[in-house]
C-alpha cells in the first residue's frame, strides 16, 4: 500500500513563530487532506488538497503531486494551534492512508 | 467538522456487555467509514459503506459488527470487546472515491 512519511515528528514554537510541516508519498494520490487534531481529539478539516496551493487565513498548504510531497505552512503560531497534525493520502480506492503525524506545541 | 454526529461521546462497558456506536450525516454523502485510533497513533480504517454496501473490511475482529440501515447512517455494534479495543472510534463520510472526508468527533471507548 501506499507509505506517507511526516516530519518533523514533534515541533515547539513559541508563540508568533512561523512553521512548515511536510508529507512525503509514496504513489500518485487522487486525495490529500490535512488534518488537525486537537487535544480532545476531534479531527479538523484544514485542507483537500491532492494538488496546487491553498490558503485559509494563517494556513497554507502545497502540494507538488509529481513529486510527491505536500506542505502546510502555518505563520504567526498561536497556543490553539497545538495539537497534532495529520496529512493523509487516497490512491483510487477508498482507503484514506495517514501518516504518523507532527506533534505541534506552542508555547506563549 | 460537525455535519458528522457520533453519539454517545463516551462509553465505558464490560467485556461480556453489547453496545452500539452511532453514526450520522446529512451532508447526502453515499460513502462511509469506520476509522480506530489509538493513543497517539494515527487513525486506522475499520470498515467502508458505498451506497450502503460494505465494500471494505480491514480485517476486523467478528466482535466489531458494522451496519449501516441507510444512506445516513452507520452502526457500529459491539460484542465480547477486550481491554485493548479501548480507542477513539471515528466516523467518517465522502461524496466517493477522491473525495474528501467529513469526520465526526468520535467516540471515546473504555472496556473494561
Known amino acids: 500500500g501506499i507509505q506517507v512519511e511526516q516530519s518533523p515528528p514533534d515541533l515547539i514554537l513559541q508563540e508568533g513563530a512561523n512553521s512548515t510541516l511536510r508529507c512525503n508519498f509514496s504513489?500518485?494520490?487522487?486525495?490529500l487532506q490535512w488534518f488537525h487534531q486537537n487535544p480532545w481529539g476531534q479531527l479538523i478539516n484544514l485542507f483537500y488538497i491532492p494538488s496546487g496551493t491553498k490558503q485559509n487565513g494563517r494556513l497554507s498548504a502545497t502540494t507538488v503531486a509529481t513529486e510527491r510531497y505536500s506542505l502546510l505552512y502555518i505563520s504567526s503560531s498561536q497556543t490553539t494551534d497545538s495539537g497534532v497534525y495529520f496529512c493523509a493520502v487516497r490512491a483510487g480506492s477508498y482507503q484514506l492512508t495517514f501518516g504518523k503525524g507532527t506533534k505541534l506545541s506552542v508555547i506563549p | 467538522d460537525t455535519e458528522v454526529t457520533q453519539t454517545p461521546k463516551h462509553l465505558v462497558m464490560g467485556m461480556t456487555n453489547k453496545k452500539s456506536l452511532k453514526c450520522e450525516q446529512h451532508m447526502g454523502h453515499r460513502a462511509m467509514y469506520w476509522y480506530k485510533q489509538k493513543a497517539k497513533k494515527p487513525p486506522e480504517l475499520m470498515f467502508v459503506?458505498?451506497?450502503?454496501?460494505?465494500?471494505i473490511n480491514e480485517s476486523v475482529p467478528s466482535r466489531f459488527s458494522p451496519e449501516c440501515p441507510n444512506s445516513s447512517l452507520l452502526n457500529l455494534h459491539l460484542h465480547a470487546l477486550q481491554p485493548e479495543d479501548s480507542a477513539l472510534y471515528l466516523c467518517a463520510s465522502s461524496q466517493g472515491p477522491g473525495s474528501p472526508l467529513h469526520f465526526g468527533n468520535g467516540t471515546r471507548l473504555t472496556v473494561t
Open positions: 459503506y458505498s451506497y450502503e454496501k460494505l465494500s
Open positions: 504513489d500518485s494520490v487522487n486525495n
